[in-house]
């Protein structure tokens, strides 16, 4: 579904990638894990089109992703529907008035009837156990129910894959344990979740493989979870990142 041969990053000290090469196969559900500034943020920007790549290949379902791909708009929104990126500060990504309208943006833009549109955004609403929320106006809201708000505006678009960048972050133990109970569902459902957290224990229970970041943005481990379950060290470095 998606490669990265030998990819190279460069804009500052803290914002780059070094020689990264990865294969995600569909419905996989994987998470980025390492030091703050080891180059995460940055490859999930990569992955949505929103950063280009210095050097190498990024491949997204055999097509290249390159400088002519993302100067045709075209191409570039159907990337941004195919991967669903859920930034880590929620406040960037909502602007619409109310909780409805911002779960209808995406659906309306994609050019689908009044139907079509309201449908998906009720069964989103529902689906994230947010239905009272419809009419409220999103930068008023808590940032457990803004995250769950920036996750909606997304579904609402069926992306094939779902990015979310440290979504654990300042959220409640209760919206945490919902968060993860809803990308587990939706893993389930065969789409592809990508993750970058620092929380160990959260992680653990959606993604069946760890990509391991260290300070110098490069990758130093990609394992199943099962093998770095068998390893205590590892575990008890993550633990503590």
């Known amino acids: 579904m998606l490669q990265l041969n030998h990819i190279h990053y460069a804009y500052t000290q803290t914002d780059s990638l070094t020689d990264i090469s990865l294969t995600i196969q569909p419905g996989e559900a994987v998470a980025f894990m ?18 280009e790549p210095t050097a190498g290949q990024y491949y997204f379902k055999d097509q290249l992703v390159d400088h002519q791909f993302l100067k045709n708009a075209a191409q570039t929104t159907a990337l941004h529907r195919a991967v669903g990126f859920v930034f880590q500060n929620s406040d960037v990504q909502l602007f619409n008035e109310t909780v409805f309208a911002e779960l209808a943006f995406g659906p309306e833009q994609m050019g689908l009837s009044k139907e079509a549109v309201q449908t998906r955004v009720q069964d989103c609403l529902k689906l994230l156990q947010i239905e009272k929320l419809a009419d409220r106006v999103p930068y008023q809201l808590s940032g457990g129910e803004k995250k769950l708000v920036a996750l909606g505006s997304i579904l609402t678009m069926n992306p094939e894959m779902i990015i979310l960048d440290e979504p654990f972050n300042g959220l409640s133990a209760a919206y945490q344990t919902l968060l993860v109970q809803l990308l587990q569902q939706l893993n389930q459902a065969g789409k592809s979740i990508l993750l970058a957290s620092h929380n160990y224990e959260q992680v653990q229970q959606i993604a069946k493989r760890i990509v391991i970041f260290n300070e110098g943005h490069q990758i130093t481990n990609d394992l199943p979870l099962t093998e770095i379950q068998r390893q205590p060290a590892l575990m008890a470095a993550l633990r503590q990142l």
Do not use: A, E, V, Y
């Open 34 to 51: 390492g030091p703050n500034g080891s180059g995460k943020s940055t490859l999930f920007k990569l992955i949505n089109g929103l950063n």
